[in-house]
């Protein structure tokens, strides 16, 4: 019998699509389910003590419901909070997405990096590591963005995007003493590369944009090296954690990542 548990993607919204779209492509047989937390959106403004308490509980309820054989935290701001706490409370291999600070320092020729993230990821201690540990000779500037995690909701359900919006939001970094010199970004939420072509318009110069989701990617398909998966996958799932007035509005894009069924926990 050929294995159906399927690959659990986990977000507060739709940034985990970020993820999901280069792990489908390196294992088109893999059934997929997506999480949005919908009830607990947006995650970068809540505290470190919400997250703790919130995401592990959730995805012990989704492991039970889903049984995957596989947990990517498709979000910077859940996993540079919770991860350990979720690794601790389940028995399954989980897979976190932190910001691309190694990468980014491998390709800054001015050694300096822009981090963007929501605010509660950009205040962790976890990036002040990675950036001492990957980063050391860089200087590292960050800014927390709520508005580009509802913008990219907002592109995703259909709707126009103002340039200006996406220009103010880079500003937070560009206009910080040194700003002018970032040649490489890291989109540290994954909300944001939904909306890389409209950051590389607004940028307007040439700039490097890097995120986790091909790494992790590349990491999932490593840790289920050798396993059986399905002829025919079964349609994928969108799950949500309330009922959702957007989620009529995301059904096209999420068709477009192969989750073509939408149901609410
Ligand atoms: N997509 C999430 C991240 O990677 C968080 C977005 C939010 O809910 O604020 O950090």
Redesign the pocket.
């Known amino acids: 019998m050929a294995d159906r548990r399927p690959v659990l993607f986990f977000?507060?919204?739709v940034?985990?699509l970020s993820v999901l779209g280069p792990t489908a492509a390196l294992l088109p047989q893999a059934p997929l389910v997506y999480v949005a937390?919908s009830a607990?959106?947006?995650?970068?403004?809540?505290t470190e003590a919400e997250i703790a308490a919130r995401v592990p509980a959730l995805l012990g309820r989704l492991a039970e419901r889903y049984d995957p054989r596989l947990i990517v935290i498709?979000?910077?701001?859940?996993?540079?909070i919770a991860l350990q706490h979720v690794r601790a409370a389940l028995d399954l291999p989980i897979v976190g997405?932190v910001p691309a600070i190694k990468p980014a320092a491998e390709a800054s020729r001015t050694r300096t990096i822009g981090v963007l993230?929501?605010a509660?990821?950009v205040r962790q201690p976890y990036v002040d590591d990675l950036a001492a540990r990957f980063a050391g000779d860089c200087t590292v500037l960050r800014h927390g963005s709520?508005a580009l995690?509802e913008l990219?909701e907002a592109k995703l359900a259909g709707q126009a995007i103002a340039p200006e919006r996406i220009t103010e939001e880079l500003n937070g970094l560009f206009h910080q003493p040194g700003g002018e010199r970032i040649d490489v970004i890291v989109n540290?939420?994954?909300?944001?590369p939904l909306l890389e072509a409209e950051m590389r318009a607004a940028v307007g110069r040439a700039m490097s944009f890097v995120d986790g989701g091909p790494g992790i990617a590349r990491r999932v398909a490593h840790l289920t090296q050798g396993q059986d998966w399905p002829a025919e996958p079964p349609p994928g799932r969108a799950v949500f954690t309330a009922r959702d007035h957007r989620a009529d509005a995301l059904a096209p894009a999420l068709a477009r990542y192969g989750l073509r069924r939408i149901e609410t926990l």
Request: with cysteine; aromatic share 10%; net charge negative.
């Open positions: 977000d507060s919204g940034g985990g937390d607990g959106f947006p995650y970068g403004t809540k498709a979000c910077n701001t859940a996993s540079t997405t993230g929501t509660a990821t709520a995690v990219a540290a939420c994954t909300h944001f």
